[in-house]
């Protein structure tokens, strides 16, 4: 229904208005201008733009467009793994400019840090174990915490970057370890699902990634199944930039 050339063009909030469409896409049909506005917490002009860059002439043509879209829907892989729509629109949205601008302040943060360390719990401990080393193989000083109840010294990591991973970002023990992490001096970079949570206004620098939240349905409905997808690439594009500017400034 939506062209992916044209999702490229999107800015940081019509992103916004196209992952709630994507997710929400059987109450849009019935849905005022100001309601989806509400809903997404941006200005109905965004939403308007939103809807002119698709290829619509306004919000009626779009709700029209969904509507014929539920009606003619056939099975596919997006039915088949959800979230697969909502990542292949996050990988494509990281190859644009604006995108760059985004990660930059990550990327000057891990090239002035003497030292990395990745923190996270459960998943994202794990995934905090693969961070580091593949920062290490870029040539980048990382390590990882993998127990959350590691007590942090008060001083001694002036410099070094935490990078802190927590879909939530309200996990109490992640919390409290960058509390740790700040009073000790360290930067924190935090790469949550939700850019409002504790963990990313504590951080000094915050990267968001907006998947849809989901949770077991086969087992205990208390684990969280979001989609870490997100995570591998921005820990690798991250790696990848901070090596390249690293090697450069050494030639120089």
């Given at each position: 229904m939506f062209d992916s050339k044209k999702v490229q063009s999107l800015n940081e909030l019509e992103m916004i208005v196209y992952h709630y469409i994507l997710e929400h896409l059987a109450s849009v049909p019935g849905l005022t201008i100001r309601q989806l506005s509400a809903d997404c917490h941006v200005s109905t002009s965004t939403i308007l733009r939103f809807c002119s860059k698709l290829g619509f002439d306004g919000f009626s043509e779009l709700k029209y467009a969904v509507k014929k879209e539920l009606t003619q829907k056939q099975p596919s892989f997006e039915?088949?793994?959800?979230?697969?729509?909502?990542?292949d629109s996050f990988l494509k949205r990281i190859n644009?400019?604006?995108?760059?601008?985004?990660?930059?302040?990550?990327?000057?943060?891990?090239?002035?840090?003497?030292?990395?360390?990745?923190?996270?719990?459960?998943?994202?401990?794990?995934?905090?174990?693969?961070?580091?080393?593949?920062?290490?193989?870029?040539g980048i000083?990382?390590?990882?915490?993998?127990?959350?109840?590691?007590?942090i010294p008060q001083r001694g990591f002036e410099n070094t970057l935490a990078i802190i991973l927590s879909v939530s970002g309200e996990t109490a023990e992640m919390i409290?370890?960058?509390?740790?992490?700040?009073?000790?001096?360290?930067?924190?970079?935090?790469?949550?699902?939700?850019?409002?949570?504790?963990?990313?206004?504590?951080?000094?620098?915050?990267?968001?990634?907006?998947?849809?939240?989901?949770q077991s349905i086969y087992g205990d409905p208390y684990i969280n199944t979001t989609t870490q997808v997100p995570i591998i690439a921005l820990i690798e594009l991250l790696a990848h930039q901070a090596n390249k500017r690293m090697n450069h400034s050494s030639i120089d």
């Open positions: 039915q088949y793994y959800d979230a697969a729509v909502h990542v644009q400019e604006t995108y760059h601008e985004t990660l930059e302040p990550a990327i000057e943060m891990i090239i002035a840090a003497h030292h990395v360390v990745f923190s996270g719990i459960g998943t994202s401990g794990i995934l905090g174990s693969y961070g580091s080393r593949y920062f290490a193989n870029m000083n990382a390590y990882s915490i993998g127990d959350p109840f590691t007590p409290k370890q960058a509390t740790d992490f700040k009073r000790s001096g360290a930067k924190i970079l935090s790469i949550t699902n939700n850019e409002h949570s504790t963990i990313a206004r504590l951080a000094d620098y915050n990267i968001s990634y907006y998947m849809p939240h989901e």
